[in-house]
């Protein structure tokens, strides 16, 4: 399972005026291409980036296997998820748009912007059961365009060995974080690794620290937002955690996990079957610290959402509608969520899980709370989420104090 934090985003400053103008132009509703087959429909066509083999494979057995409660056959392509915006968007404009199409969710609101998505609600698809947040992911104006079976989000994930030969219990707020870390710190191992880079992964990993305390991304000069870089820049300096982090990515945060030199780390359930492979590791997961005792972490939504794009032919949109359907059913994402750590999008679903697979239980308690990252900001996020990475980089190399480095993200958030 891809990471939901990829930096997808990042392509549409350049590509989004452009697309939208051209697919205004063509008439999105007046495609051609793939759909444009009459009579019968037998097949439908689907795209994901999920190019791993096995994990290509295991996604088209499963949306064959909808397919045929429906009586197509489903013509499955995966491409690399640095090249799925721009293909989608060269289809968008040569009206060659696939039947099913997976996005990272924080892609889809600047797809369905230029209209090449259809609305679910057109095709009767069941959305309830839903959180209020993972529905907001697949959301555009108000109306419903995408659905995810399952989705992910971040958590602690502690040695519990190192733990206890500290004395040092699981940190729940940031003054026992601040206080565990430093007591966990010693030769050749830091008390807490975290993912910090100058890229959408770092503010994905911010995201929890400033949410949980209140703080926005409509206003990241708030203080509330300083307290929260506060904390990670207290980190470092203190020596609890390694100035490395602002070049690690999540893949690196876990290695250092693994190899013993972090006695916790900031991460998603999609590292725990590497894990579960190392000789004498024994770790627990926990909920995210708050800031003080009785709050709630308010944690990112990861995950991919399925959509019906607009094609000439309404069959074959009726036909992905209901294969989309299928896929989010409530077996089907509890058989998805086994299969790759995740957590299924119905609370209901979720809840059954966390008591089948205890190790995703801490998953399943903050999604209930989780946020969409372009819930407050649409189409505008990427550009706050590039002022705040561009923040945690200044503050973390001391180029700037907290204060400093946010006021210059707001500046790079709201600029036109």
């Not at 109306?143 to 992910?152: E, F, H, I, Q």
Request: charged share 20%.
């Amino acid at each position: 399972m891809i990471s939901s934090a990829r930096p997808a985003a990042r392509r549409f400053a350049a590509l989004l005026g452009t697309a939208v103008l051209t697919l205004a132009a063509a008439g999105c509703g007046a495609t051609t291409g793939a759909g444009s087959a009459t009579g019968e429909v037998t097949s439908i066509t689907a795209l994901d980036y999920y190019t791993d083999a096995t994990e290509h494979a295991q996604w088209g057995e499963r949306l064959n296997a909808c397919g045929r409660t429906v009586d197509v056959k489903v013509e499955h392509t995966s491409v690399p998820g640095t090249s799925l915006i721009p293909k989608v968007l060269q289809q968008a404009s040569s009206r060659t748009l696939p039947d099913l199409l997976m996005l990272d969710n924080p892609d889809l609101q600047q797809i369905a912007r230029t209209g090449a998505l259809t609305p679910l609600d057109r095709y009767g698809v069941d959305a309830g059961g839903f959180t209020e947040g993972i529905l907001s992911a697949g959301t555009y104006q108000g109306k419903v365009y995408g659905l995810a079976p399952t989705v992910s989000t971040v958590a602690l994930f502690y040695n519990k060995d190192m733990l206890a030969e500290a004395g040092v219990a699981v940190p729940r707020t940031w003054d026992e974080l601040r206080t565990a870390a430093q007591k966990l710190t010693r030769p050749g191992r830091y008390g807490m690794a975290l993912d910090a880079n100058a890229g959408f992964e770092g503010t994905w990993q911010f995201m929890p620290f400033l949410w949980s305390n209140g703080g926005d991304e409509t206003r990241l000069d708030s203080p509330q937002a300083a307290q929260a870089l506060r904390l990670w820049v207290d980190l470092v300096k203190s020596g609890s955690m390694s100035r490395s982090v602002l070049n690690w990515d999540q893949s690196d945060v876990h290695d250092q996990f693994v190899a013993g030199k972090a006695a916790m780390m900031v991460n998603g359930p999609w590292r725990i079957h590497a894990m579960e492979q190392a000789e004498n590791l024994h770790w627990g997961v926990a909920p995210l610290p708050v800031p003080r005792a009785g709050l709630t972490p308010v944690t990112p939504l990861g995950g991919e959402v399925w959509t019906v794009p607009q094609t000439a032919s309404k069959e074959r949109q009726e036909k992905a509608a209901r294969v989309l359907a299928c896929l989010n059913t409530p077996d089907n994402m509890l058989t998805l969520a086994k299969q790759y750590l995740t957590v299924p999008s119905r609370s209901a679903v979720a809840a059954r899980y966390a008591e089948q697979v205890p190790s995703m239980a801490a998953f399943v308690r903050s999604v209930e709370n989780a946020r969409s990252r372009t819930a407050r900001l649409g189409v505008k996020w990427p550009a706050a989420a590039t002022g705040i990475y561009t923040a945690i980089q200044s503050a973390l190399t001391g180029e700037q104090t907290p204060e400093e480095a946010l006021k210059r993200a707001q500046q790079i958030a709201t600029r036109s």
